[in-house]
């Protein structure tokens, strides 16, 4: 039991980050602009927060500048894509590739420490959050035993990812007139056009929204999991994300039970390095570290064929006259 719950835990944190990007992908891809520039919008907030919360010893104030770096990365993507109706996908790789470039140059220029930033202070960080009577319900069999292990001691981002984002997201995008002229947009926007909806309005709000998020997962992974950059630290969760979106089918639920699986995956790969199997021995660690992603390759293989994408997604909108 402790070790499932050790198991489901790793789980939890493992997939925030993946959680905030494929609901970052989400807002972009259901106004039908393609967005795999997750990886460098996540990348580049991860430095600037780690950089600010750095300066400043205030994580908070590093959250804001990771929100703030992801979101003018996810206009410059808006300018491109919707004002200017670029490729789409060039696009998305131009920021992956500014994001990968710019981090460990600024980050030797500013820290001198081969284009990673300092370790973190404990007063810079976030820090996990020990819920009401966990301590002193830890000893009870099962109910005690998930309260005190599983969902007790996660970091506020976990909290807000799950609690706050998740339902937020689902309600805007199936409840809200704003999530209908997402959704319209992203299906037939001459048609959302037509009916008096501004195509470029919606496509900008729904990529300040991507950014915004893209900036969250970006910070958990500086501010609080690593407590530093590191370069290339996001080490294709941008990718896993998006795979883990289209795997849910562009349906906030389903994308995020697809980040819950890939990063099971992941706990399960972690803690099998090292460890001696019956009757096959130690397996070697290449093979243990690739499992999240042959898994990825195989869920998409299976179902990115049933999958039905936005009907607009990647189609440039010129304004009929």
Same mark, same amino acid.
């Given at each position: 039991?402790?070790?499932?719950?050790?198991?489901?835990?790793?789980? #939890?944190?493992?997939?925030?980050?993946?959680?905030?990007?494929?609901?970052?992908?989400?807002?972009?891809?259901?106004?039908?602009?393609?967005?795999?520039?997750?990886?460098?919008?996540?990348?580049?907030?991860?430095?600037?927060?780690?950089?600010?919360?750095?300066? %400043? $010893?205030?994580?908070?104030?590093?959250?804001?500048?990771?929100?703030?770096?992801?979101?003018?990365?996810?206009?410059?993507?808006?300018?491109?894509?919707?004002?200017?109706?670029?490729?789409?996908?060039?696009?998305?790789?131009?920021?992956?590739? #500014?994001?990968?470039?710019?981090?460990?140059?600024?980050?030797?220029?500013?820290?001198?420490? $081969? $284009?990673?930033?300092?370790?973190?202070?404990?007063?810079?960080?976030?820090?996990?959050?020990?819920?009401?009577?966990?301590?002193?319900?830890?000893?009870?069999?099962? #109910?005690?035993?998930?309260?005190?292990?599983?969902?007790?001691?996660?970091?506020?981002?976990?909290?807000?990812?799950?609690?706050?984002?998740?339902?937020?997201?689902?309600? %805007?995008?199936?409840?809200?007139?704003?999530?209908?002229?997402?959704?319209?947009?992203?299906?037939?926007?001459?048609?959302?056009?037509?009916?008096?909806?501004?195509?470029?309005?919606?496509?900008?709000?729904?990529?300040?929204?991507?950014?915004?998020?893209?900036?969250?997962?970006? %910070?958990?992974?500086?501010?609080?999991?690593?407590?530093?950059?590191?370069?290339?630290?996001?080490?294709?969760?941008?990718?896993?994300?998006?795979?883990?979106?289209?795997?849910?089918?562009?349906?906030?639920?389903?994308?995020?039970?697809?980040?819950?699986?890939?990063?099971?995956?992941?706990?399960?790969?972690?803690?099998?390095?090292?460890?001696?199997?019956?009757? #096959?021995?130690?397996?070697?660690?290449?093979?243990?570290?690739?499992?999240?992603?042959?898994? %990825?390759?195989?869920?998409?293989?299976?179902?990115?064929?049933?999958?039905?994408?936005?009907?607009?997604?990647?189609?440039?909108?010129?304004?009929?006259?």
């Amino acid at each position: 039991m402790e070790q499932l719950i050790s198991l489901l835990d790793s789980t #939890i944190r493992v997939s925030t980050p993946l959680v905030l990007a494929a609901l970052a992908g989400l807002f972009s891809e259901r106004s039908g602009v393609v967005d795999i520039g997750l990886e460098g919008k996540m990348l580049t907030a991860a430095f600037a927060s780690a950089a600010v919360a750095y300066a %400043t $010893g205030n994580p908070w104030l590093g959250l804001l500048a990771g929100m703030f770096a992801a979101t003018m990365l996810s206009m410059l993507h808006a300018l491109v894509s919707v004002t200017y109706n670029g490729n789409q996908l060039i696009s998305g790789m131009a920021v992956n590739t #500014i994001a990968s470039g710019i981090t460990p140059v600024l980050g030797l220029a500013w820290f001198q420490q $081969g $284009g990673n930033s300092p370790q973190l202070d404990d007063v810079a960080r976030f820090h996990e959050i020990n819920l009401p009577f966990a301590d002193s319900i830890a000893n009870v069999p099962v #109910i005690g035993q998930i309260y005190s292990g599983l969902l007790s001691g996660h970091c506020i981002l976990v909290y807000l990812a799950f609690l706050v984002v998740l339902p937020l997201v689902t309600w %805007t995008v199936y409840c809200s007139r704003f999530g209908l002229r997402l959704r319209a947009v992203g299906e037939n926007p001459h048609a959302a056009d037509t009916a008096g909806i501004s195509v470029v309005r919606i496509r900008y709000l729904a990529l300040l929204c991507n950014g915004m998020l893209c900036g969250m997962a970006g %910070t958990f992974l500086s501010v609080y999991q690593t407590g530093s950059f590191i370069k290339e630290m996001t080490a294709g969760k941008g990718f896993l994300a998006l795979a883990a979106l289209i795997f849910g089918k562009w349906r906030p639920t389903y994308a995020v039970m697809g980040c819950l699986l890939f990063a099971f995956a992941d706990a399960v790969q972690i803690r099998l390095e090292g460890v001696p199997l019956p009757f #096959i021995g130690e397996i070697p660690s290449q093979f243990i570290q690739v499992i999240p992603y042959v898994l %990825t390759v195989l869920l998409l293989a299976g179902f990115v064929g049933r999958a039905v994408a936005p009907k607009a997604i990647g189609i440039p909108f010129v304004k009929s006259r």
